[in-house]
């Protein structure tokens, strides 16, 4: 199996910043796409940045210019700086990987999730 640890995640007032990290550990074979959700009281988890095996980066309109994610695939990190953080940032923050295994009957592909870090902004 794959586990998601994330860490980072803590109150900080509006316009301070933020980086959270997220590790992979487990029967890797290879990670493809990463991905940051977040799920703020009684909205719906929603994407706030993707970035692919090759560095293609994808980003929600509402952080574009604040957050920015990358990657490690030595350690099998990801990672999301986010700046000029607003009150509506606020939410529980997720790891999201795409882990191909090997396994003994061939490759399999799953989804894996964090537990999850709480982000607060406020002052």
């Known amino acids: 199996q794959v586990q998601l640890v994330e860490s980072g995640g803590g109150l900080v007032q509006p316009g301070g910043s933020l980086s959270l990290s997220c590790g992979a550990s487990?029967?890797?074979?290879?990670?493809?796409?990463m991905g940051w959700y977040r799920q703020a009281p009684g909205k719906e988890r929603e994407l706030v940045a993707s970035?692919?095996?090759?560095?293609?980066?994808n980003y929600t309109d509402s952080v574009v210019g604040r957050f920015t994610i990358s990657r490690d695939d030595a350690k099998n990190m990801v990672y999301l700086q986010m700046n000029s953080l607003k009150p509506d940032d606020t939410a529980v923050y997720y790891c999201?990987?795409?882990?191909?295994?090997?396994?003994?009957?061939?490759?399999?592909?799953?989804?894996?999730w964090g537990q999850g870090t709480q982000v607060t902004v406020s002052s």
């Open positions: 487990g029967s890797i074979f290879t990670i493809n796409n």
């Open positions: 999201n990987a795409l882990v191909t295994r090997r396994l003994m009957t061939g490759f399999r592909k799953s989804e894996y």
């Open positions: 970035i692919s095996r090759s560095g293609s980066t």
